[in-house]
């Protein structure tokens, strides 16, 4: 019985093409070539497949998943525990929270530069400051 194509796999995993193909590359799913030539992937490629999918969700890169890959089981995965596994675990998460404060920086510098320019906007457009609206008083 022959694999499944990757037409199929696709289908089956919501993956395009495209991106199964850049897995093969990245050494994150195998296939076989059939004698037309064609990929053709194992039933196991489904759930190799959502494993990847589930683990780039998690921000991890391709080449951190091909190091975590082999100690996946299951579809959401769970890893198998081992120093090494926890350690680049956690120097992914380190990089994460990084960024987030990288973010929540930038964010707050952006913020105040649009505080400090409303507040001068009454300076320096006089009729955006709300009086020109208001009755005069005699």
Request: hydrophobic share 40%; proline share 6%; charged share 25%.
């Amino acid at each position: 019985m022959s694999g499944m194509l990757i037409g199929e796999l696709s289908r089956r995993t919501g993956v395009n093409a495209h991106q199964l193909r850049y897995y093969e590359a990245q050494g994150l799913l195998q296939a076989d070539r059939g004698v037309n030539g064609y990929r053709e992937y194992a039933d196991d490629a489904v759930l190799a497949v959502t494993q990847i999918r589930r683990l780039l969700e998690a921000g991890l890169s391709t080449q951190e998943i091909a190091y975590l890959l082999p100690c996946a089981t299951g579809p959401s995965p769970e890893l198998e525990p081992c120093p090494e596994l926890l350690d680049a675990l956690r120097a992914r998460l380190h990089k994460l929270d990084a960024c987030i404060e990288s973010v929540v920086q930038s964010r707050q510098v952006l913020s105040d530069f649009i505080d400090a320019t409303e507040r001068r906007m009454p300076e320096v457009y006089p009729e955006c400051d709300g009086s020109a609206a208001e009755p005069a008083t005699v």
